[in-house]
Each structure stands twice: as structure tokens, then as C-alpha cells.
């Protein structure tokens, strides 16, 4: 009988315990308030600076993040700026970001956000036939609206600078080029 008595107490102190842990997970781990994301945009990339390799390109770009609730989450992600210039003077850039994204949602199904954070990126140049590569950073800022298709699903359409400089090497003045991406993107957000 008194094994009957602490099994049947072991079996109600699991059993409380796991509901409780069970409420718990589900109240701390909402898809709306936090979690890990994975997202993917695509869009329009004006290079603008005081150089030759002004140009429009295609910005292809994947992310990974974590929410920490509604309002902050940190993100990072790569970002391929594809080719730009002309004739004489064109490059190829891709890079790496970490951010800090902070939103606010408006109405249920639709939240904006701002972030801002570090940009790693290496650039592939050809200047009159002098040829070369130059890793830097620089900073970058965007801004962008979220539509929430399921509590899972987004999509997004944002604007994001990128303060870019381009160091050309093996050319007579070596100059450093002061250039900004400006990106124009959509994409797509699962929230795990």
C-alpha cells in the first residue's frame, strides 16, 4: 500500500510539473513575441557615389534572426550587391550583417521597423585594367513595414543604407571612394 500511495504521488507531481512547464513553454514561446526567423529579400540597388562605379543592380539578400519579444529582435545576415560601374570602371560587392532591429506593431497584422548595426564586405574591382580586392566595414540603416500573412508568415518591403567605400589600389592616385548602396528591397520573414 505505501508504494500504491508514492507511486500514485510520484505520477500527480509529474503530471503537475509537466502541465505546468507545458503552460510555461507555450506562454513564453509565442511566434508573434519571440523565437528564431529566417527571411529573404530581393530588390533594386543604387550605387551612388563621387566615382565611376555609379550604377543600378539587383540586391539579393538572406537573414537569420532572434525576437527577443515584440519590440527588439538581432539579426544578421548576407547581403550580394552584385555588379556595378562601367566600361572602365566596375566591381563586384557581397557582405555580411549584424543588426539591431527594433519594431512596433501598428494594427494586428501589420508592425514597422527600424535597424541599424555593421557591415562586412568584400569588393572585387576593375579599374583600367588594374584589378584587385579590398575588404572593409561600414555602418548601415534601413527602415520597412511587415504585412503578417499567418502569425508565421511575412512579407515586408524595406529601405536600407549602406555607407560603402571603395579603396582602389595599383592606380596612380589609389583613391578611396566615398559610396553609398541604397536598397530598395521585398522579401519574405518565417518565424519559427
Do not use: C, H
Not at 500527480?12 to 513564453?28: F, K, R, T
Not at 539578400?61 to 515584440?70: D, P
Not at 497584422?109 to 562586412?120: D, I, N, P, T
Amino acid at each position: 500500500m505505501k508504494n500504491t500511495i508514492l507511486t500514485l504521488a510520484a505520477i500527480i507531481s509529474l503530471a503537475s510539473v509537466s502541465a505546468y512547464s507545458q503552460a510555461q513553454s507555450m506562454e513564453n514561446n509565442d511566434t508573434t513575441e519571440n523565437g528564431i526567423y529566417v527571411g529573404a529579400n530581393y530588390g533594386y540597388l543604387k550605387v551612388d557615389g563621387k566615382d565611376d562605379f555609379d550604377d543600378d543592380s539587383d540586391v539579393i539578400q538572406g537573414l537569420v534572426g532572434y525576437r527577443f519579444n515584440q519590440y527588439l529582435a538581432i539579426e544578421g545576415g548576407y547581403v550580394n550587391f552584385g555588379d556595378y560601374g562601367n566600361s572602365l570602371s566596375n566591381a563586384e560587392t557581397d557582405g555580411y550583417t549584424a543588426a539591431l532591429k527594433v519594431s512596433y506593431p501598428i494594427v494586428d497584422r501589420v508592425e514597422l521597423y527600424a535597424k541599424g548595426g555593421q557591415l562586412w564586405y568584400s569588393t572585387d574591382y576593375d579599374v583600367l585594367g588594374f584589378s584587385g580586392n579590398k575588404d572593409d566595414e561600414g555602418v548601415f540603416a534601413g527602415a520597412g513595414v511587415a504585412f503578417k500573412v499567418t502569425d508565421r508568415f511575412l512579407i515586408n518591403a524595406e529601405y536600407t543604407w549602406y555607407d560603402a567605400g571603395i579603396t582602389v589600389e595599383n592606380v596612380s592616385n589609389g583613391a578611396d571612394t566615398d559610396t553609398d548602396f541604397k536598397q530598395a528591397s521585398l522579401g519574405v520573414e518565417y518565424r519559427f
